[in-house]
T-cell receptor, first 114, second 112 residues
Framework: KAGVTQTPRYLIKTRGQQVTLSCSPI?????VSWYQQTPGQGLQFLFE?????QRNKGNFPGRFSGRQFSNSRSEMNVSTLELGDSALYLC???WGRGPNTEAFFGQGTRLTVV | GDSVTQMEGPVTLSEEAFLTINCTYT??????LFWYVQYPGEGLQLLLK?????DKGSNKGFEATYRKETTSFHLEKGSVQVSDSAVYFC???????????FGAGTRLFVKA
């Protein structure tokens, strides 16, 4: 079956702009989580959605937001982009929220802010 | 808070050498433990996992044992290959895959 699909793969934006990233989870998966990966900070949890509701949020400013649709697809939005937002943004999906649930990751969207 | 600490890299080995990447964790509950691998330009792939004390996860020749007494989950492989060159992340999850806490990652280079 198809894996987690993230679009676009690469993106270049200017400071002050906003950006929307998309994630299509594996069919049947209802949980989608987002991570930011940077060389300096490593992998940091952004937020998680389950059944169209945000269930957990990491320690990021309000410029970072997201949503999930009824088909479990998720979008992440970053407004008023800063240079420090340049990163690889990874989406992961899982079928549920139990203690042993495995997360499947997409290939990521590489965002460069200039 | 919950955290994962893994050995800093890069680790450079010759082909067929023995690999150990240390990982220790701090968790308020009883976590599941994972090793993920990231190849250049790719997302993360689950390498192996263990969900309770003394469990051994294994895959592709890699192994790690969940040690509750030492709060550790060290990754080992008896004989590495050039194709194992990647970044390895140790991770824990207290409530499944929706909030996974990752270590900083260890880059492995394997020379032919």
């Amino acid at each position: 079956k198809a894996g987690v699909t993230q679009t676009p793969r690469y993106l270049i934006k200017t400071r002050g702009q906003q950006v929307t990233l998309s994630c299509s989870p594996i069919s049947g998966h209802r949980s989608v989580s987002w991570y930011q990966q940077t060389p300096g900070q490593g992998l940091q949890f952004l937020f998680e959605y389950f059944s169209e509701t945000q269930r957990n949020k990491g320690n990021f400013p309000g410029r970072f937001s997201g949503r999930q649709f009824s088909n479990s697809r998720s979008e992440m939005n970053v407004s008023t982009l800063e240079l420090g937002d340049s990163a690889l943004y990874l989406c992961a999906s899982s079928w549920g929220r139990g203690p042993n649930t495995e997360a499947f990751f997409g290939q990521g969207t590489r965002l460069t802010v200039v | 808070g919950d955290s994962v600490t893994q050995m800093e890299g890069p680790v450079t080995l010759s082909e067929e050498a023995f690999l150990t990447i240390n990982c220790t964790y701090t968790a308020t509950g009883y976590p599941s433990l994972f090793w993920y691998v990231q190849y250049p330009g790719e997302g993360l792939q689950l390498l192996l996992k263990a969900t309770k004390a003394d469990d051994k996860g294994s895959n592709k020749g890699f192994e790690a044992t969940y040690r509750k007494e030492t709060t550790s989950f060290h990754l080992e492989k008896g004989s590495v290959q050039v194709s194992d060159s990647a970044v390895y992340f140790c991770a824990l999850s207290l409530m499944g895959g929706f909030k996974t806490i990752f270590g900083a990652g260890t880059r492995l280079f394997v020379k032919a």
